[in-house]
């Protein structure tokens, strides 16, 4: 006979070992394997051109281009902005940058459910490395993340905003991969480098010098926008030649090159390299002097601005090919989902990249408004490329564009009448994209107050007028 309290004793321990079974199966797919670690490393203000896997003939990035040979390769993804804030938004959430309010608020809002948060109910312990001054803490990106070092103890040469070089964000990543390798682990590392001002360390510029270029002069603008001319916060000293400017920016990414590769090798050596799902882009491009800009982001959506590098890994789990097919940053989250064995149910516009890619996805793009508080936007369908291009006190210009024979945009075929159809027909699509809202955020009250610091900070950077 059992006695009250020993069925009370059995009872316990039942509901114990459910309870375990349960957190078991949370941490695993129905399959019964683990879940992977998540390791996404965003490299900012990186052309995918400047890089030897996309094409370059400089000795810019052999540890990149490793990693490349090693993975699922995407020969051409698209960001969704021009700007860190506004593209991190949607890699992360899975949704446009209108939709996260990135575009209204500058601030993630805690209304988003990002990456991180879904993870941590899966038993993921969350973590990240951020050295970009608009990523700090307080700004909405920390949401999620156990821990959060945003510690920049250096600062550009120019504008004197915080920063954290290559060196230490990665020494600082691998402390963390080593404190956590016995815990399934979700981390995000944010390389500043080659953002601008580009000020790689001694040497590395010089070794990116191609011999018997003719100098080629810039004037130096008024402002950061670079149209026409070297960004102020870009000036170094009383270089005026193009090519030093190149140098300086192919010099950084071959230091951040260096320091990647003892990532990769930090990676392998805690067993990271081949049972974690290894994600690889950047948050957006940098203008070298396509469109008479120069040496910026943050204002245009020129292909130049929006084409970043994108490689996956998962160990033998994800084929080592190089896909043709144009792929989005939208296209991460439910990448992940997919792999996680996760529904993917919450409305994403981007599809699971292990899946066939018959078609080039539609792409969209934005930008924040101008003073006029109009905001350009593209629009990517089926080859065409469709720039919107606010005109103060005038009719918006469409720019159009054909990506299969003109890469680099440099023809307008928005002027043309046989291609007014296929304008006007993309024009509409845009006005709807622009009217969606997949996640339906009604923020209640105005962003919070910024203090003059950050104005002033913000407006160096080019992310307020």
């Known amino acids: 006979m059992v006695t009250g309290s020993r069925k009370l004793g059995l009872t316990v321990t039942v509901l114990v070992l459910l309870a375990a079974v349960v957190a078991v199966a949370a941490l695993r797919p129905f399959g019964g394997a683990p879940r992977p670690d998540i390791i996404v490393i965003v490299v900012d203000t990186l052309r995918p051109d400047h890089l030897g896997c996309y094409g370059s003939t400089l000795d810019t990035s052999p540890n990149v281009d490793a990693l490349a040979a090693d993975s699922m390769f995407f020969e051409d993804c698209r960001a969704h902005a021009p700007n860190t804030r506004m593209s991190m938004a949607s890699v992360f959430s899975g949704f446009l940058p209108h939709e996260t309010n990135v575009v209204k608020q500058t601030d993630l809002t805690d209304k988003v459910e990002t990456l991180a948060e879904q993870l941590i109910p899966l038993g993921y312990t969350t973590a990240a490395v951020i050295s970009n001054f608009v990523l700090r803490k307080g700004v909405g990106f920390d949401q999620g993340f156990m821990v959060y070092d945003d510690e920049m103890k250096e600062s550009e040469q120019t504008r004197k905003l915080a920063e954290r070089t290559a060196e230490p964000t990665t020494d600082r990543a691998i402390e963390?991969?080593?404190?956590?390798?016995?815990?399934q682990l979700f981390m995000w590392i944010h390389y500043q480098d080659p953002h601008g001002p580009y000020t790689p360390p001694p040497g590395y510029g010089e070794r990116m010098k191609q011999p018997g270029r003719q100098p080629r002069l810039l004037p130096v603008t008024l402002t950061n926008d670079g149209l026409g001319g070297i960004p102020r916060y870009q000036r170094l000293g009383e270089h005026r030649d193009y090519h030093h400017y190149v140098a300086n920016y192919n010099g950084e990414i071959r230091h951040f090159d260096e320091h990647f590769g003892r990532l990769i090798a930090a990676l392998k050596e805690l067993g990271y390299y081949?049972?974690?799902?290894?994600?690889?882009?950047?948050?957006?491009?940098?203008?070298?002097?396509?469109?008479?800009?120069?040496?910026?982001?943050?204002?245009?959506?020129?292909?130049?601005?929006?084409?970043v590098p994108l490689m996956l890994r998962y160990g033998d789990r994800l084929p080592k090919v190089r896909r043709t097919q144009m792929a989005q940053h939208l296209d991460i989250m439910p990448t992940i989902r997919g792999i996680l064995e996760l529904a993917n149910d919450r409305g994403y516009r981007?599809?699971?990249?292990?899946?066939?890619?018959?078609?080039?996805?539609e792409v969209f793009a934005e930008a924040r408004p101008g003073k006029d508080g109009k905001r350009r936007v593209s629009l990517i369908a089926d080859g065409m490329k469709l720039i919107v291009m606010p005109v103060v006190n005038g009719q918006d210009r469409l720019e159009l564009y054909d990506l299969n024979e003109d890469p680099y945009e440099a023809h307008d075929l928005g002027v043309l009448e046989q291609y007014e159809a296929t304008r006007n027909a993309l024009a509409l699509r845009v006005n709807e994209i622009m009217q969606e809202d997949r996640l339906g955020i009604e923020l209640v009250g105005a962003q919070r107050p910024r203090t003059?610091?950050?104005?002033?900070?913000?407006?160096?950077?080019?992310?307020?007028q």
């Open 176 to 183: 963390l991969l080593r404190k956590y390798k016995d815990e």
């Open 274 to 307: 081949d049972d974690a799902l290894i994600i690889f882009t950047s948050d957006h491009g940098e203008g070298m002097g396509e469109q008479n800009w120069y040496f910026a982001h943050g204002t245009y959506l020129y292909s130049s601005i929006t084409r």
């Open 452 to 464: 003059k610091e950050e104005l002033e900070k913000l407006k160096d950077i080019g992310y307020s």
């Open 350 to 361: 981007g599809r699971d990249l292990r899946g066939p890619l018959a078609s080039g996805p």
